[in-house]
């Protein structure tokens, strides 16, 4: 742990599922003595007290077992509607962390680079990045070593880095390579350090 101070109340580590955010986060927040919050349970928790009527497009995966045979487009697309539709519950949790002055690491798949706008440093986000297939086919083994490669998932990944690296772009994000990982926690953390929406 640093004896310094985070420069950002909130620090948002985005990108696609299986680049490393989570292993990148968890340092990142014990660096600097912060919780970590998991944005995928806020979509897990919104999913069990919603129904799909209510939220159809979070619900859209248990309703439409046909979309996981998508093109890795089309899946891309509706996963950026999940991340736009959770926008304004990402920005209430994170509005209640500059409120009352609590520091945290907030990582997760549908976090968007845009929700650092407009807070002049207090909320800062990096988008860690992979845009190797192979890589990719990799980390997911290695991760779900009983889900076998997964070629098809990897590409899924590949364009959503690809979506989410020009969502960066327009609102002045940094992106930050996941490899080399011998460094990536410093090179996260400074990119964080020296990003200013």
Partial sequence: MTSRPPPWTVALVCGASGVGKTSVAVPLAARYGTPLAEADDIVTALKAVTTPEQMPVLHFWDTHLEAWSWPSERIADLHLEVVDVMRPAFAAV???????????????????????????????????????????????????????????????????????????????????????????????????RAAHP
């Fill in 94 to 192: 994170i509005a209640d962390h500059l409120e009352f002055g609590a520091p945290v690491v907030f990582e997760g798949d549908y976090l968007a680079p845009e929700l650092a706008d407009g807070f002049g440093g207090a909320v800062r986000a990096v988008v860690l990045d992979e845009p190797e297939e192979d890589r990719m086919v990799a980390n997911y083994l290695a991760r779900e070593p009983n889900g076998g490669e997964q070629p098809g998932r990897a590409r899924v990944t590949l364009e959503l880095g690809a979506r989410l690296r020009e969502r960066a772009a327009r609102a002045g994000v940094p992106v930050v390579a996941g490899r080399p990982w011998a460094d990536c926690l410093d090179r996260v953390d400074r990119a964080l």
